[in-house]
């Protein structure tokens, strides 16, 4: 095989990686609380800012930044949920949709008041790792363990946990669990936590490969959508599955074409697989 | 329509056309924004109030203002042609997403996820053409001020072009209204599978509205390109323009004939308004501030600006209708 076409699959598989872990929490929220958290990658961004500055600015050692950021972007998942989704629950889900579109906004542009449109760069270069003759990001493998880390932490949360099968419970049927005593607000302001939680891990890792700027949010936004569809909402598995096919076809169709054509494959392909498999690639 | 509105309308009407007599530059410039946005966003409420919440109608007005540009700026094509190729296109693309959608109940969610990804195909490719579009730096088209090539040197001119688009969209809005599809369309919005069963071609009718709107919707982007004389696929495509229309559309109020008018004005007179009392020193506050209204009006005002006053006078005019019975029986 082609060298350069080797590193665009390995390269693929990587990206695959930050893309499953930043679809991860949203594909929680998706699945539980069955709404749209459009500001998502905004929520990311916030993550990534606190690293920023804590470590960057302030010299905070980074692993205590990152804890910092998780926690901050567990505490916003929460505002979400308490201050914006709650006073719509009742209303049309694409209301929903409509008030975290409502925060994307309000995120970017507070992001632009404050720090303005430059790109920062926390300063930590991971040295590639070689190879055999192809060069691997140390950065993205990273992001990749701690992406299948995550997921695996979250699937045996759910599976073996109290907490994770209310949680669960609730994802199945929202009425007859709060007859049976289960508290779904306190389950949904859990599951929102998690999920923010989960946006500053991915937060920590992608600030490692890419300059942190308000509008990050629009590059990476319409695609974790597009994979926690196209794996079945709240299909945790699927949606892993679904974050490699997408980064595949982005790392291969660059290799191909240019990288903007390889993303119009990747959002034909969801298009059509919408159509030809509403429910998921991966549900039975 | 009471005698009223209809005297209301007709004022109205008359102050629109007195506008570049008296206005400033900068106000006809304002004004001329807000008469093709305000018909783009009515020609998105087509579609919007009857539940086809569309995410991706930067699609539409990405084909619309880079089709007539493209065939006049390599081909000399004049935007009289131009605009109607890039309408038929719209078309195309909006039954090729439409059909489908529809055929196969994609809706709520999962049609605004669809509509976005075509929203991103239309940007990402108008940013891989760059050889031809010129990519994210945009283009700017070759400037001959005639009718022939749609472009005025006098703005005045131009806001004649764009007050008579914006009449053309409220009266075909308002005939929709009227129309027995409308009543169809209430139907399908409310319950999809009793409407269809009790005779209305849920297909046809959803069908009409989303052509409709798309062709609309590209001769909004095309009018905006002929004025600004200037494309960018970041301001006319993707996920940023196509949310700024549903929420203006909704702002305003989609369920109404002037809501998307108002929510044009209401956010762009907004976003004027703190720019200069801000300046440029605080990037981002005009849009933070109109982030948080945005929220607000999802949570507190769902029917818009235009649908609470309207509530508003209704209910007065209920409580003018009980005192005069009060005062009748005393």
């Known amino acids: ?284 | 329509m009471t005698a009223a509105a209809r005297l209301g309308g007709a004022a109205g009407l008359i102050a629109l056309v007195i506008v570049p007599f008296v206005a400033s530059q900068y106000v006809l410039h304002i004004a001329i924004q807000i008469l093709i946005w305000g018909f783009t966003y009515t020609a998105w409420s087509l579609m919007g109030r009857f539940g086809l919440t569309s995410f991706g109608h930067g699609a539409f007005l990405g084909i619309g203002a880079y089709v007539p540009a493209l065939l006049w700026n390599f081909y000399g094509v004049t935007p009289w042609l131009g605009i109607p190729v890039a309408m038929a296109a719209a078309v195309v693309m909006a039954l090729l997403i439409g059909y489908p959608s529809f055929r196969l109940r994609v809706v709520g969610h999962y049609f605004a996820l669809v509509t976005l990804a075509l929203s991103q195909v239309v940007l990402l490719s108008l940013v891989a053409g760059r050889e031809v579009t010129g990519g994210s730096l945009g283009m700017t088209i070759k400037v001959v001020h005639s009718w022939y090539a749609l472009q005025f040197g006098q703005k005045s001119v131009f806001y004649g072009v764009a007050l008579v688009v914006w009449l053309v969209g409220l009266v075909i809005w308002w005939r929709i209204d009227v129309g027995i599809g409308r009543v169809a369309l209430e139907a399908i919005s409310e319950d999809e599978i009793a409407a269809a069963s009790s005779g209305i071609n849920v297909m046809r009718e959803k069908l009409r509205v989303t052509v409709i709107s798309a062709a609309l919707t590209a001769l909004g982007g095309s009018l905006l390109t002929q004025y600004i004389q200037y494309v960018n696929p970041e301001v006319v495509s993707g996920v940023a323009v196509s949310l700024q229309i549903v929420f203006a559309a909704i702002a305003g109020g989609m369920g109404t004939l002037l809501g998307p008018t108002v929510g044009a004005l209401f956010t762009i007179v907004l976003n004027e308004s703190l720019r200069v009392l801000f300046g440029t020193h605080f990037i981002g506050a005009a849009n933070t501030i109109y982030g948080i209204l945005l929220i607000l009006f999802i949570i507190f005002m769902p029917q818009g600006i235009v649908g609470l006053i309207e509530g508003m006078s209704a209910r007065a005019a209920r409580g003018a209708d009980e005192a005069a019975d009060a005062a009748a029986t005393r």
Not at chain 1, 46 to 73: D, E, K, N, Q
Not at chain 1, 138 to 159: D, E, N, P, S, T
Request: net charge negative; with cysteine.
């Open chain 1, 1 to 284: 095989m082609d060298i350069f076409l080797l590193e665009a699959v390995v390269d693929g598989l990587l990206l695959g990686g930050v893309l499953a872990l930043l679809a991860l929490g949203l594909n929680l929220i998706f699945g539980v609380i069955d709404v749209v958290w459009i500001c998502y990658v905004e929520l990311v961004m916030c993550g990534m800012y606190t690293v920023y500055w804590l470590y960057a600015y302030y010299g905070v050692p980074f692993p205590l930044a990152c804890l910092a950021a998780i926690a901050v972007v567990a505490v916003l998942g929460l505002a979400v949920h308490r201050l914006i989704i709650e006073p719509v629950l009742g209303y049309a889900p694409i209301n929903q949709l409509l008030a975290t579109g409502g925060l994307l906004f309000f995120l970017q542009s507070f992001a632009t008041l404050l720090f303005g449109t430059d790109f920062r760069n926390i300063g930590i270069r991971l040295s590639p790792i070689e190879l055999g003759e192809i060069d691997v990001s140390k950065a993205r493998l990273v992001a990749f363990a701690v992406a299948l880390i995550g997921a695996g932490g979250l699937y045996l949360f759910l599976k073996k946990s109290f907490l994770g099968t209310a949680i669960r419970a609730i994802a199945e049927d929202r009425e007859v669990m709060g007859l049976m005593g289960v508290s779904q607000r306190g389950i949904y302001l859990t599951t929102s936590a998690i999920g923010g939680g989960l946006a500053g891990l991915a937060a920590c890792l992608l600030v490692l490969q890419y300059d942190v700027q308000p509008f990050i949010g629009n590059s990476f936004g319409p695609i974790t959508f597009m994979i926690c569809v196209l794996g079945g909402l709240g299909n945790m598995i699927g949606g892993f599955a679904a974050a490699f096919i997408m980064a595949q076809i982005i790392s291969i169709g660059g290799y191909y074409f240019s990288i903007e054509f390889s993303y119009v494959l990747a959002f034909l392909l969801f298009i059509v697989m919408i159509f030809v498999r509403p429910q998921g690639i991966f549900s039975r």
